[in-house]
């Protein structure tokens, strides 16, 4: 029995499934006299126990960009002879700009901070709450796993309506492009003498309401409007959302998370096409290193199969673009503190200690007797 329950135990840390593995229940009734043993998981080596891993705090960025398209209007060589419009489109182009960034913290997994509960005879082992890539979240109690949100769906701006909805059959029936848009122009100007003549009050069909002559008004600006794109173009604004992740290694004051282009919008970092979004990361405090003595010796060995958790350290983030600011947060991080260890004693059949770890970081949330 004690076989299949540590193949039963090993098979869910391998398989990195969220689930609050209940070892304390499974192998109770067993001596008081032994503790919870945890040490540095070796693969292969750690043949009984739940592997686990302490986390980096790494980062999902989430980048908001509006990508306008403007398209030249059929008649564009036609727009100053008969509207008196210049400087109109004459290609397509696209324009980029950048509206927001956002760093979402979560963790990943550290391959050198991984370590295994042990499990053998006599020993009371706790309850141990993992997620599903194996990070330790909670000891003796439940924790629900944290996950991050759903990106923001891209929009898409409201298309050009149709001129040639609006086209008149004379239009349509006219031989050529240039015809075509000399008899547009004068069906823009008729549109435009039935406006005047309605503000007025002069039109035989002028009503009296004044919420049915709003309603033909706009009416004739939306004709207008739409065969005036003819000669002007058109221009449609999307809203697109791109993401990445950025596992940060080390302080720094320039790290190039990704290149931005009016004309090509987001990049891979590397691309020179682009202008640099750079990240500065600075650690606002600093964890005292330990003074070695023969006391502090003695107590680290009676630790020595403790529970590891990390000691993270508050540090400051900006993310900045063209002299512009982005991004200005605080958040702790785990890879720029240290490593400690919860004594064994906590965790023996006597004191039935409950905590819960932060999955961004892997320090302590709660500890509880």
């Known amino acids: 029995m004690k076989k299949y329950i540590l193949c039963f135990l090993l098979s869910l840390a391998a398989t990195g499934l969220s689930a609050q593995t209940k070892v304390g229940s499974l192998i109770s009734g067993l001596s008081s006299s032994s503790q919870t043993e945890v040490e540095p998981f070796v693969p292969g080596s750690t043949l009984e126990g739940v592997a686990y891993y302490l986390p980096r705090t790494a980062f999902r960025i989430t980048i908001i960009a509006e990508k306008t398209t403007t398209k030249p209007g059929d008649f564009y060589k036609y727009a100053d002879r008969y509207l008196r419009l210049q400087n109109v489109p004459t290609e397509e182009s696209v324009q980029w700009s950048l509206k927001s960034i956002k760093m979402e913290p979560y963790g990943k997994p550290d391959k050198n901070k991984a370590f295994s509960i042990k499990i053998k005879s006599k020993t009371v082992a706790p309850l141990v709450g993992l997620s599903r890539d194996g990070l330790l979240l909670s000891i003796n109690c439940d924790a629900e796993e944290d996950f991050l949100p759903d990106l923001p769906k891209p929009e898409k701006g409201p298309a050009p309506e149709n001129p040639r909805s609006y086209m008149t059959q004379e239009i349509i029936a006219a031989g050529s492009t240039a015809k075509m848009a000399e008899l547009c122009a004068q069906e823009i100007y008729d549109i435009r003498d039935s406006k005047n003549s309605l503000i007025r009050g002069e039109a035989d069909n ?125 958040t702790p991080m785990a890879q720029f503190g240290v490593v400690e260890m919860l004594s064994n004693t906590l965790f023996d059949k006597k004191t039935n200690t409950q905590v819960t770890f932060f999955q961004t970081t892997g320090g302590t949330k709660d500890v509880m007797e």
């Open 206 to 330: 002028t009503p009296k309401d004044g919420a049915q002559l709003k309603l033909m008004l706009d009416q004739l600006d939306k004709q207008a409007a739409a065969l005036e794109s003819l000669f002007s173009g058109t221009t449609q604004t999307d809203t697109e959302v791109f993401s990445l992740f950025f596992d940060p290694q080390e302080e720094t004051d320039h790290n190039v998370l990704f290149r931005f282009s009016q004309k090509l919008g987001v990049l891979d970092y590397d691309n020179l096409a682009g202008e640099p979004v750079v990240a500065s990361i600075k650690a606002l405090e600093t964890i005292p290193t330990a003074v070695p003595s023969e006391e502090v010796a003695k107590k680290r060995a009676k630790m020595e199969h403790g529970v590891y958790y990390n000691v993270p350290v508050r540090t400051k983030i900006k993310v900045t673009f063209d002299g512009q600011e982005y991004v200005n947060m605080e």
